[in-house]
């Protein structure tokens, strides 16, 4: 059902899309089609070469289905050699949790055919907060001066990393009584009163609602946001998964997208999913289901035992032997809706 | 020591003293009546529950158009001509382009349809629609009447549309003919409205169409549910088009059309001294989170009608406060 959540996302940026660029009298880019089979992996690169976009807000899930099309990137490549891509300044990514092995690759491919400087920003907000919780901003000077036109170098970015908290918005770590944890511990993240202004302040018609599905848990004291993760000490914030995909494997803890975050760095592995599934000794075994970023897609679902070993000993080293996988189910599509491209 | 990163120095006067940083950022917005006050601490005190809470309010008493802010004020400051929306279909073969004023001109003319079909302040307008660019017009338009608008992407099941209209009741539902999803045949909406409202206890008064030529959306005046919906079918791009019976119609339109145009311009301080909110319908939570395949998903119905309700000032102050700047630029999305 995750195409169900990324459409869901994409209803913020629908906003996003609509209301901010015309707020500062830019243009925005309606795009009717998708990234791929529209007519091919190519069609966002042309776009971004066709109107000499500046700035590109898309969805992770949108590179990796372009990722398993065109597993080279010849794409992007050849419009770039072509000095087709100069004009893009910075991708922005939100919507999900971006994981580093996409971002790194695509910072590789802006940094060799797009504008100087130019960054992959993975961003995370929610419906709730109307406008990005966390990012990099590209022309920060403008937060004191709106017409100013310094463009000091921004932050530099982390992959796997959100960036860091967004004016008006207070993020903590906290424990499930609510207190703060250390930098670099994972814990509920939570913001403290008030949020920024594009934030809601209730929910539609049912105040009794947001005091119990969003103040209540911390007791008044901060506002849930039902993500699990941490902040590091330079005040970058991950965002590791939902609260609740915290999965629990003889006792520890381990967050899914940790453990996503693993497999994918496996060079054939295009997208992968971590579920729990019940175990009577352990309590919870991690399961995976990926697609590849191969050109031919095997019709098995279940993969053969050379990449098996080598996602089980990429998990065991990044994670754990304890956060072996319980199984692996490889498919050809990422979603399996495509209506969320 | 290293300088503090600007980022950082932007971060840290918003939490240190909110009351000047915001006020700073709202005067970059064109604000109908200007906030005296931006932020202020309240105690919110639920009697159903019985408890309080700290809560907060941003801008309580000023007045703002979102619409006015998003269009109207670059036509005025001479910007009409600068592009403002382009869009590009692949799935149909097509692109076209607007204008700040191009744009102006159809959210003014939708604006008035909405109202000569009874959209007040305060109601909600539902818009279910593609990638079009008439899906950011109706938005717009609907903004403009100081209505709210609930999106429900085009597409989703009549079901689940059939619970957002009984979540957010609203006056009338904005839709087109079809959607087109990648490479497949455009899929019509017209079954899909007519199955939501039927299966919802709420029925929305109107419902306007954009007319799409990959399939049309045809009118069938025998449908069970057609006593609740007075169908409204609008080509607002060509003018008005009407189909069947409601052809008397199209005169009156017409002409509510070039009225709401002129009394835009020429009551612009007193037309848009409306508070602005918008609603934003997402019914499904996930317990088990966003990367995860069918069987693991699974939705919080106690959450149901979540709907939170916002001030649809602010993206400027974030959006563009920290950074976002597009100037005469494009943006792609998707």
């Known amino acids: ?341 | 020591m290293a300088q503090e990163p600007i980022q950082d120095q932007v971060y840290r006067a918003s939490t240190d003293d909110p009351e000047t940083f915001w006020s700073r950022q709202a005067e970059n917005l064109y604000w109908h009546k200007k906030p005296t006050k931006a932020f202020q601490r309240t105690t919110k005190h639920l009697e159903k529950l019985n408890v309080s809470h700290d809560h907060w309010s941003w801008y309580a008493d000023g007045e703002i158009s979102t619409t006015y802010n998003c269009v109207d004020r670059h036509v005025l400051n001479g910007n009409g001509g600068c592009v403002a929306i382009r869009w590009d279909s692949p799935v149909t073969q097509q692109k076209e382009t607007y204008t700040y004023k191009q744009l102006l001109g159809e959210v003014e003319t939708l604006a008035g349809v909405l109202r000569e079909e009874g959209v007040k302040i305060g109601d909600v307008v539902l818009i279910y629609m593609p990638m079009i660019p008439a899906a950011l017009f109706a938005m717009l338009a609907i903004a403009r009447l100081g209505a709210v608008h609930a999106v429900v992407f085009g597409g989703f099941s009549p079901a689940a549309l059939a619970q957002r209209i009984e979540a957010s009741r609203p006056t009338a539902i904005m839709t087109a003919s079809c959607g087109i999803e990648g490479a497949k045949r455009p899929t019509g909406y017209k079954a899909m409205i007519e199955e939501a409202v039927q299966k919802s206890s709420h029925k929305p008064a109107k419902t306007v169409i954009w007319q799409r030529d990959q399939l049309r959306y045809v009118i069938s005046i025998h449908a069970s549910y057609v006593r609740y919906i007075l169908t409204l079918c609008i080509q607002f791009q060509m003018g008005s088009y009407y189909e069947g019976r409601r052809t008397t119609q199209l005169a009156t339109t017409g002409q509510e059309c070039a009225k709401q145009r002129t009394e835009g311009r020429r009551r612009t301080s007193k037309e848009w001294r409306w508070s602005l909110y918008y609603l934003h319908l997402w019914h499904y939570r996930f317990t088990q989170g966003r990367r995860s395949f069918g069987g693991r998903s699974c939705c919080r119905p106690e959450l149901f009608h979540e709907v939170p309700l916002r001030r649809s000032w602010a993206w400027r102050c974030t959006v563009h406060g920290l950074g976002y700047r597009m100037g005469c630029r494009p943006l792609v999305y998707w």
């Open chain 1, 1 to 341: 059902m995750r195409d169900l959540n990324v459409k869901q996302s994409l209803t913020s940026y629908l906003r996003l899309a609509v209301y901010a660029p015309l707020l500062v009298g830019a243009t925005t880019v309606l795009f009717e089609g998708k990234p791929v089979g529209t007519p091919d992996a190519g069609t966002f690169w042309r776009i971004v070469d066709e109107y000499k976009v500046t700035t590109m807000f898309t969805a992770p899930t949108a590179l990796r289905a372009i990722r398993r099309d065109d597993g080279d990137n010849e794409f992007f490549e050849r419009r770039g050699r072509q000095g087709a891509l100069k004009t893009l300044r910075a991708l922005f990514l939100a919507g999900e949790r971006s994981e580093p092995s996409i971002v790194e690759m695509y910072q590789k491919l802006l940094a060799k055919h797009c504008a100087p400087g130019a960054m992959v920003v993975d961003n995370w907000w929610s419906s709730e907060s109307g406008s990005p919780i966390s990012g990099i901003a590209l022309s920060a000077a403008a937060g004191f001066d709106f017409s100013s036109q310094d463009r000091p170098t921004p932050l530099s970015i982390k992959p796997g990393s959100a960036g860091k908290a967004m004016p008006g918005f207070d993020v903590r770590v906290v424990d499930d009584e609510g207190k703060e944890v250390k930098r670099g511990v994972m814990g509920n993240i939570v913001m403290g009163i008030p949020l920024a202004p594009t934030a809601f302040t209730t929910l539609w018609e049912d105040e009794e609602r947001f005091y119990k599905g969003y103040m209540k848990r911390f007791d008044g004291k901060w506002v849930d946001t039902g993500d699990a993760g941490m902040i590091d000490n330079s005040g970058y914030i991950s965002i590791m998964s939902r609260a609740d995909d915290v999965i629990n494997v003889a006792a520890h803890r381990f967050s899914t997208g940790a453990i996503e975050q693993a497999i994918t760095t496996h060079p054939s592995v295009a997208e992968a999913a971590v579920v729990g599934i019940p175990d009577a000794l352990k309590g919870h075994l991690p399961f995976a289901f990926i697609t590849l970023s191969t050109h031919e897609h095997p019709e098995g679902a279940v993969p053969d035992d050379k990449l098996a070993n080598e996602v089980q000993k990429l998990v065991r080293e990044q994670i754990g032997a304890i956060a072996s996988l319980g199984g692996m189910i490889q498919g050809k599509a990422s979603c399996l809706c495509t209506d969320c491209m």
